[in-house]
């Protein structure tokens, strides 16, 4: 499904990602973790063709994005949806029409279709009678799930989700996770999740990558990376030191 190959990428001589190689399991959940600012969000754009890489390719569905111009780019972007940090939603819209919004913008359908696809994918997430409130009205979990009917609006085959938890109470990080599975389960899509959050990291995960300094420096099944020997992910999954100090 997707495939990185050689991956370099630096801003102002600063390199963010070295030599990066790394293959994403098809219909899987692949968690990607890292100190904070370490490049995980970097390379989530790389794989959607928001970032180009210095060097290296870029395999999606056996094709080679980092040679697509950016109309034949724009065509394999549909396959992905993507969960925002915050959301992203639009504030002037109402939750009917950022879910809309992709509809809208890449089909031809007509505004009756749109809305059943729209109340379709709202159920989805579990919210219900929600088209007409504004992104403020709604709490930091309405608005993820708000952000994630959006992403699934074009039924994606991949869908990428940057730090998905990231100031939410337990509860709702729980939640979250528990709606990244259903998702997952429910469409059979290919996930992506970008994040530092350890213990959510293990309750959702197929599959591990630790990327360190630039590189991927360990790879595998929840209880593999567990029972890793590498200090410096011992270190991390075990929270022995402050993310500043890493």
């Given at each position: 499904?997707?495939e990185?190959k050689?991956?370099?990428?630096s ?14 399991e098809p ?6 973790i890292g100190?904070?600012g ?7 754009k ?19 994005t980092?040679t697509?111009?950016?109309?034949e780019?724009?065509?394999v ?13 639009f504030?002037s819209m109402?939750?009917?029409?950022n879910?809309?919004f992709p509809l ?12 059943a696809?729209?109340e ?5 997430v579990?919210l219900?009678d ?9 709490s ?7 952000g ?5 609006a074009?039924?994606p085959?991949i ?7 990231t100031g939410?109470?337990?509860i709702m ?9 259903k ?6 899509a ?6 530092h959050?350890?213990?959510?990291t293990f ?5 591990v990558?630790m ?6 420096i360990e790879?595998?099944?929840?209880e593999?990376?567990k029972?890793t020997?590498n ?8 929270r022995?030191v ?5």
């Open positions: 499904m997707i990185l050689k991956i370099k990428k801003f102002n001589g600063q390199k963010v990602l070295d030599d990066i190689d790394l293959t994403i219909g899987k959940i692949t968690v990607i100190q904070s370490g490049g995980k969000s970097v390379l989530l790389h794989m959607i063709g928001l970032i180009r890489p210095d060097s290296g390719k870029i395999m999606i569905d056996g094709v080679d980092t697509l111009g950016e109309k780019l724009n065509e972007r549909k396959k992905f949806g993507m969960l925002f940090q915050d959301a992203a939603l504030d109402n939750v009917g029409d879910v809309a809208k913008e890449h089909t031809k359908l007509k505004g009756r279709e749109i809305k696809i729209v379709k994918k709202l159920l989805q579990g219900k929600v088209t007409h409130k504004m992104p403020s009205e709604l930091g979990g309405m608005r993820k799930r708000v994630l009917a959006r992403a699934l074009l039924d085959k869908i990428l989700f940057d730090e998905p938890t939410l109470d337990p990080c729980d939640a979250v996770d528990k709606l990244i599975v998702t997952q389960q429910e469409t059979g290919t996930c992506i999740v970008i994040s959050d350890i213990d959510s309750r959702i995960a197929h599959t990558a990327l360190y300094h630039g590189k991927i790879k595998g099944t929840p593999e990376v029972a020997g200090p410096v992910v011992r270190q991390f999954i075990e022995k402050e993310d500043n100090n890493f």
